[in-house]
Nanobody, 130 residues
Framework: QVQLVQSGGGSVQAGGSLRLSCVAS?????????MAWFRQAPGKEREGVAH???????NYIDSVKGRFTISYDNAENTLYLQMNSLQPEDSAMYYC???????????????????????WGQGTQVTVSS
C-alpha cells in the first residue's frame, strides 16, 4: 500500500523560503518513478507545480521557475520542494503525488497533469503574506 506523508509548509512573508517534504512508503522508486507537487488555492483548480522522475527529468510551471526546486532523495524515500522568493500568489494547499506508471518523454504539460497520478499526500498549507 502506497502512502505519501507530507510535512513542512506554514506561514511566511513575501520573499521568504519554505521546504516541503513528502515521505513515500510502499512506492517502488528503485526502478522507474514519476512524482510531482501540486497546489490548489481557494476557488481555483489544482495545478501542477513541479515534476521529477527516475530519468532525472524535471519540469516546472513557468511561474515558479528559478524560485522552486524539486528533488527526490532515494536513500530517504523523500520528495522535496524547496520554495524560495515566495510571493502571495504562491499561497495554496500543496500536495505531493506519485504515479503508478512511468512514461518516457512526456511533455511538461503531460507530466504536470493530475490525471497521471494515483497516489496523493494529505496536503499542507502554505501562506505567504505581503
Amino acid at each position: 500500500q502506497v502512502q505519501l506523508v507530507q510535512s513542512g509548509g506554514g506561514s511566511v512573508q513575501a520573499g521568504g523560503s519554505l521546504r516541503l517534504s513528502c515521505v513515500a512508503s510502499g512506492y517502488d522508486t528503485t526502478t522507474r518513478y514519476s512524482m510531482a507537487w501540486f497546489r490548489q488555492a481557494p476557488g481555483k483548480e489544482r495545478e501542477g507545480v513541479a515534476h521529477t522522475d527516475s530519468d532525472g527529468t524535471i519540469n516546472y510551471i513557468d511561474s515558479v521557475k528559478g524560485r522552486f526546486t524539486i528533488s527526490y532523495d532515494n536513500a530517504e524515500n523523500t520528495l522535496y520542494l524547496q520554495m524560495n522568493s515566495l510571493q502571495p500568489e504562491d499561497s495554496a494547499m500543496y500536495y505531493c503525488a506519485a504515479a503508478s506508471v512511468w512514461v518516457k518523454g512526456m511533455t511538461a504539460e503531460q507530466a504536470l497533469n493530475e490525471v497521471l497520478y494515483n497516489y496523493w499526500g494529505q496536503g499542507t498549507q502554505v501562506t505567504v503574506s505581503s
